[in-house]
């Protein structure tokens, strides 16, 4: 059927990357965003927003990709209309749809169009009441699409291009067949289906995931009361084919624009609907205490945090990216700080934070400034310079060292023989002996 026409509402990692890619699939596509700066960057050639490959994509295709602050400019040559804009977590729990609304709101009269297709993770039932929308708008002869999106950040691209599964969900046939013809070229199967299930799927998937990282976080407590290692245990669990290995890395708990967010909503959702969804509440629970966890150890482990010095080695709520969404560092530093610690910080790629808590902490250019006088050091993000740092330097810089690890991601061992106090999540303590 070959290129079509698309427009992309919303430039943040999942507009950008989806607008990317089907660019690259050699259709024409226009990124509109409301933030003006982001606009103006993207149209000065910069990306706003740090995705690996996303770079590159856009500068290859970029006579095949176009960006505007216009919805009507958008919509006016747009064939398909792509909805990429977020759906943040209103106080009741419920997410909140608003942008949606402004997007469809802008859609008026837009009877050219053979098809609107979500992408924005979406409450099961909101294909629906747009597509209801969308009828009362005269648009009945418009199609309508549920495509969730299944990319992790750091790995968007790739995740895009060679997807374990392209979701579709329609209720219409047409729409189906037009939007897997989008995805031609896309290295992955198309599983087609309604779009209440299309919508079920994205926050099934989500919270199965957050639940198996929830559950190696119950493990690994459990371990430290036992003196098994976590990382043993689940190493072996994995093994299990029924199992695999993914998403059971213990740590400081999940965080991020997703899992968080889209727990809340699974909870809600069937909160609305008269269920008590017991499994996802203790889920988001053993997450919420996770890093609290970590720094009641600390503390313990410090005899106080009045007056002493933390450095936190990592902020963006995992490696591979800038974002600090719901990150762990962010309850960490805000811990530390009410229990009157001064806080060091460093991350490779978070641009500079204002607000609460990180205008009041101090931010350093390498791990080695950040552990400079500290009383203790907490591996808050997996960030693969901290495997390959010099630690017996950092050691040395330390006021007392201390290293809370809280993504095990360094040798218990190696790091006791250097003279640290080594504490980690699911494993036991190790006291240096250097
Ligand atoms: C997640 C899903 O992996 C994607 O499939 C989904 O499309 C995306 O949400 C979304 O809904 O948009 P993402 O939030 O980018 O992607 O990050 P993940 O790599 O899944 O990690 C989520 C959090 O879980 C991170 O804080 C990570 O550190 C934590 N995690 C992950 C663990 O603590 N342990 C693990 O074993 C795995």
């Not at 856009?58 to 216009?70: E, K, M, P, V, Y």
């Not at 218990?412 to 999540?425: L, W």
Request: charged residues 20%; aromatic residues 6%.
């Amino acid at each position: 059927m070959g290129n079509r026409r698309i427009a992309v509402f919303g430039a943040g990692y999942i507009g950008l990357v989806t607008g990317a890619c089907f660019a690259k699939l050699g259709h024409e596509v226009v990124v509109r965003d409301i933030q003006e700066e982001r606009i103006a960057i993207l149209r000065n050639g910069g990306v706003p927003i740090h995705e690996d490959g996303l770079a590159e994509l856009i500068a290859q295709n970029s006579d095949r990709l176009t960006f505007t602050l216009d919805a009507q400019e958008a919509v006016r040559d747009a064939e398909v209309v792509y909805v990429c804009v977020d759906t943040p977590t209103t106080p009741s729990g419920d997410a909140d749809l608003s942008r949606i609304w402004q997007v469809l709101d802008s859609l008026h009269g837009a009877r050219h169009l053979a098809a609107v297709v979500v992408k924005s993770t979406v409450p099961v039932g909101t294909g629906a009441r747009v597509r209801a929308a969308m009828d009362s708008a005269g648009l009945h002869a418009v199609g309508y699409a549920a495509n969730p999106e299944f990319t992790a950040e750091g790995r968007a691209v790739q995740d895009f291009l060679h997807p374990d599964r392209v979701v579709i969900g329609s209720d219409d046939p047409d729409t189906t067949k037009l939007v897997a013809q989008l995805h031609d070229g896309v290295d992955g199967p198309v599983v087609e289906m309604d779009v209440a299930s299309a919508e079920m799927v994205k926050l099934a998937a989500n919270a199965l995931l957050a639940t198996k990282v929830s559950f190696t976080n119950e493990i690994a407590t459990i371990c430290e009361a036992t003196g098994a290692d976590v990382e043993r245990v689940v190493g072996a669990v994995g093994l299990d084919h029924r199992l695999g290995p993914h998403f059971m890395r213990a740590g400081l708990g999940y965080g991020g624009s997703c899992f968080p967010k889209d727990s809340r909503a699974l909870r809600a959702l069937s909160g609305n609907a008269g269920y008590a969804f017991q499994l996802i509440s203790s889920v988001i629970e053993v997450n919420d205490l996770q890093p609290r966890r970590a720094i009641q150890r600390l503390k313990e482990e410090l005899g106080g945090f009045q007056g002493r010095t933390v450095a936190l080695l990592g902020m963006a709520f995992k490696a591979g990216t800038d974002d600090i969404r719901e990150a762990p560092s962010t309850i960490i530093a805000s811990r530390l700080q009410a229990e009157g610690a001064s806080i060091r910080c460093w991350d490779p790629l978070v641009r500079a934070l204002d607000g609460a808590p990180w205008s009041s902490t101090t931010r350093c250019p390498s791990p080695l400034e950040a552990m400079d006088g500290a009383d203790a050091a907490v591996v808050v993000t997996e960030w693969p310079q901290l495997q390959e740092l010099a630690w017996d330097e950092a050691a040395a810089v330390m006021r007392r060292p201390l290293l809370f690890d809280g993504r095990n991601l360094l040798d218990p061992v190696q790091m006791g023989a250097i003279g640290f106090t080594y504490m980690s999540v699911g494993r036991s303590t190790v006291r240096g002996t250097a």
